[in-house]
């Protein structure tokens, strides 16, 4: 190898380890907590939250509440009202509870009322919304028709796996899993597993049969419960890759 091509892939590894750095600097300091400006923008940003930097759109920040010690990832979007500075009267919007996780690129997008509970997790892409277009008149375009508002209400406890989407009316209970992809609309009872488009319960909870139909008896090993941690402190702001 000559000199020449010596000192070229040098000063790549320089530049390239510095750049890494500033990111890493950059993203830990860029994120959203209620210290920051952005931060206190929103109608409550609870102590210990953090919403991860680089972020997805956000606006309506008074008509929303996030709270203590919730970690929104990385290009997350979260929305109350169709544009900024619109106002939208004297209750929240979009309100989340008390230690949740918001995974990457998540969207919660908020009109009427979107309430999440306490302990809701959820996969990366997951979308939320209150709001779908009408399609009543046939003569105009669906994007241009009124939209239709309904609240939706995610019970605490909740799981929303990868990809799942949650539309207008839906009503979960409490700790209800929601399989990956699945789309959801409708009431479902605390304690059930619901999965498919639609979605549809799957597995429910009985307090004196237990689950039916029943769970497989496959323990996870130390190993698996180990990635399984790893997976979910890789997905929190402040320790996700950008």
């Known amino acids: 190898m000559s000199l020449r091509s010596s000192l070229n ?12 750095r500033a990111w890493e600097w950059l ?41 203590d010690h919730t970690l929104i990832g990385v290009h997350v979007t979260l929305s109350a009202g169709f544009v900024p500075d619109l106002d939208l009267g004297p209750d929240p919007i979009v309100t989340i509870g008390k230690a949740c996780s918001i995974g990457r690129g998540s969207h919660i997008v908020g009109h009427h009322s979107i309430e999440i509970g306490d302990d809701v997790f959820t996969g990366p892409y997951v979308y939320i919304t209150d709001q779908n277009h009408g399609y009543t008149d046939p003569d105009t375009p669906v994007g241009r028709q009124w939209p239709v508002n309904d609240a939706v209400v995610i019970g605490s406890g909740c799981w929303l796996g990868t990809g799942a989407i949650i539309l207008p009316g839906t009503r979960l209970g409490r700790n209800v899993v929601v399989a990956g992809g699945a789309v959801v609309r409708g009431e479902f009872p605390d304690h059930s597993v619901v999965a498919g488009v639609p979605a549809k319960v799957v597995r429910s909870y009985d307090p004196v049969n237990g689950w039916f139909p029943p769970q497989p008896e496959v323990p996870l090993d130390d190993e698996t419960l180990a990635k399984i941690a790893e997976l979910i402190d890789a997905d929190r702001p402040g320790e996700m890759a950008g």
Do not use: D, K, M
């Open 27 to 67: 993203r830990s300091h860029a994120e959203i907590t209620p210290s920051t400006p952005a931060g206190r923008r929103f109608a409550y940003l609870g102590e210990g939250a953090c919403i991860g930097f680089p972020t997805g759109a956000i606006y309506g920040e008074p008509w929303i509440r996030v709270g």
């Open 9 to 20: 892939n040098a000063s790549r590894r320089v530049i390239a380890l510095a750049l890494h």
